[in-house]
């Protein structure tokens, strides 16, 4: 199963989206008012309530007036001259009218619409619903104002079938009073709200765990995005995501929003790079619908700057495939065997996650991970776990550095082993222009695609490290892509770390001796050691307290498997705090079998953000 059946199955069904404006150039002055009147082709008399819908006819976003008026009005959206929209224009008895319209200042389409075969006459109208404005089939919300607020741009419930796309979800509270839940699903192809779940008394540093294809009021084979809001304390939420089973398994991983950015930065999407592409999840944050603008800039800079957009309405998400040049679901323009920094921008405050993935029917051992969009950046970075052909499955590491300023920085990355000791540096060979990216790979030597191996100047050795991606005078942000043959798990790297981190879901030995085990990366920045407290799913008791030492600079993994206390067949959540300073905290996550791998970051208490720090 593909992670684009992850973006929807239902091609022709997905979301009320506008057709994608695609420009190199920069934006018009805004302007985003569609005008017009819809008659009947035979007699010209005026229709009233037509279903006017921008994109696939799912939701009305206005119906004609008496006088068979109608007005599409972008302009709070922010919309700008030059781009391409589609309207479906439908009423009972006429056959569904579709227009092509490129956007200059208000724009006038008028259209006659033909009656359908055996009608001769125009038939009686039935006001059509304003979906866009349909209340939730699930009930009314909580009118109580929430403590916090977690999106979750992408959950799916046996999506594909069977062994299609499941994504169980944890919840934590990170306070320290006990915290009600109210959880909303709202399906991807209408926006509309399906289900509505409350949780009483969530006890402090304590997970739930919602799993999709256990909700019987969820629909099967259908995505969500969801919306979780505590009432009492703050919480955070990781997703984990599987497919398929035995060799062709797949498992990704990544961390709710619990606040939204107008700017967020995906340093590494793809399209048909070496079999790998990279769909991203856009989710609006904000109170009120918005434009999102996706661009694109290649690595190279020898591709074209490709320029797209979703409308998308308040908490709901759209889907962007690189591989696809439908307009309305793609981003038509990309280069096949390029890879691009993308910058997603909005009026209203988003969330984004990137699903990269390998896995073709005719691939043998497919491969998928999950990153979050980065909301900041920093002159330094710092990455809790990076290698070399380790594991004992040659697992490696490559990280992808965006440069999030104005004006060129040069980055480095600097690797120390995990236990600590002499660290390498290598710096990119090139400037990294503002907006691009620029990608480590170890296995050639720096600037060239010439295989390498043993520790150099130019070469980094084999092993298990922490890293610290660097710009003097600049801003950068980071993803790190963990792959082996057979396995694949990604991770942002850390701009903020923290005195305390909390980790939601936490695993030993899950399902039998060959289930789900969970290991916890930890980063010293400035720290002399940490205090993990590790409480019980079943119960929310305290399982136990563990005390490591660490040297500031390096970094330790801790095994749920090599602690006695702990039982086996059991699951976590689990509170660190550094000792004197601050640290950095992934959890990677492996079970037997195909790809069943992946990584999530840690929630600092201190810097709680949209893209997993």
């Known amino acids: 199963m593909s992670i684009r059946m992850f973006l929807g199955l239902a091609v022709a069904a997905v979301l009320a989206s506008g057709v994608a404006l695609v420009s190199a150039g920069p934006a018009a002055a805004n302007h985003g008012k569609i005008v017009g009147k819809v008659t009947d082709a035979t007699s010209g008399v005026p229709l009233d309530n037509v279903c006017v819908t921008v994109g696939p006819p799912i939701r009305c976003w206005t119906a004609t007036n008496a006088n068979g008026d109608y007005v599409v009005d972008f302009s709070e959206l922010a919309v700008s001259d030059g781009g391409t929209w589609k309207l479906y224009y439908l009423r009972t008895g006429y056959v569904t009218t579709d227009r092509t319209v490129v956007l200059n200042g208000e724009t006038r389409q008028d259209v006659a619409m033909q009656r359908e075969p055996g009608t001769t006459s125009p038939p009686p109208a039935t006001p059509p619903p304003n979906l866009v404005q349909q209340p939730p089939a699930c009930g009314a919300a909580s009118t109580a104002t929430a403590t916090a607020t977690v999106y979750l741009p992408n959950i799916t419930k046996t999506l594909g079938g069977a062994t299609g796309w499941q994504t169980p979800f944890i919840v934590q509270n990170t ?260 907006g691009a990216s620029w990608a480590f790979d170890p296995r050639f030597t720096i600037g060239t695609t010439t295989p390498c191996s043993g520790a150099s100047a130019t070469c980094l050795g084999d092993g298990e490290y922490t890293f610290v991606a660097t710009a003097s005078g600049g801003t950068i942000a980071a993803v790190v892509n963990v792959i082996s ?86 699951q976590f959540a689990v509170v660190v705090e550094g000792t004197g300073g601050t640290i950095t905290a992934i959890v990677t996550e492996f079970a037997s079998g195909g790809d069943n791998a992946m990584t999530y970051e840690g929630f600092a208490v201190e810097a709680i953000t949209p893209a997993s720090q």
Request: proline content about 6%; hydrophobic content about 40%.
């Open 175 to 434: 306070g320290a009073a006990s915290t009600d839940l109210e959880v909303s699903f709202y399906r991807f192809s209408d926006g509309s709200c399906v289900a509505r779940m409350t949780r009483a008394a969530l006890a402090a540093g304590t997970s739930q765990a919602y799993s999709p294809n256990d909700l019987t009021t969820l629909p099967a084979d259908s995505q969500f995005s969801v919306v979780v809001r505590s009432f009492g304390s703050r919480v955070v939420a990781v997703v984990n995501g599987h497919a398929g089973v035995g060799e062709r398994a797949e498992a990704l991983s990544y961390n709710g929003a619990s606040a939204g950015a107008t700017s967020v930065y995906l340093p590494n999407i793809t399209r048909r790079f070496f079999g790998y592409v990279t769909p991203f999840i856009i989710q609006d944050l904000g109170t009120a619908p918005t434009i999102a603008t996706a661009r694109f800039v290649s690595f190279d800079g020898t591709a074209p700057t490709v320029t797209v957009a979703r409308i998308i309405a308040a908490g709901r998400s759209k889907s962007v495939d690189p591989n696809s040049d439908d307009p309305t679901l793609g981003a038509p323009g990309l280069v096949d065997g390029k890879q691009y920094a993308v910058t997603v921008t909005a009026a209203e405050p988003l969330a984004v996650v990137v699903n990269t993935h390998n896995d073709a029917p005719s691939v043998a051992a497919p491969v998928a991970y999950s990153t979050n969009g980065l909301a900041a950046g920093a002159a330094t970075v710092y990455g809790a776990y990076a290698s070399k052909n380790a594991g004992g499955i040659g697992r490696l590491t490559t990280i992808v550095v965006q440069n999030l300023g104005t004006t060129l920085v040069t980055p480095s990355l600097t690797f120390t082993p995990l236990g600590g000791g002499a660290g390498q540096t290598f710096s990119a060979p090139a400037p990294v222009a503002a």
């Open 485 to 570: 043959s057979a396995t694949a798990m990604g991770y942002a790297a850390t701009a903020t770390p923290a005195a305390k981190y909390y980790l939601p879901n936490v695993t030993k030995t899950l399902g039998g001796t060959t289930g789900w085990t969970t290991p916890i990366q930890l980063q010293s920045v400035t720290a002399t050691g940490a205090t993990l407290r590790w409480y019980r799913f079943s119960d929310g008791g305290l399982a136990h307290t563990q005390v490591v030492t660490m040297s500031p600079g390096s970094g330790i993994r801790v095994d749920p498997r090599d602690i006695a206390a702990l039982a086996n067949d059991a």
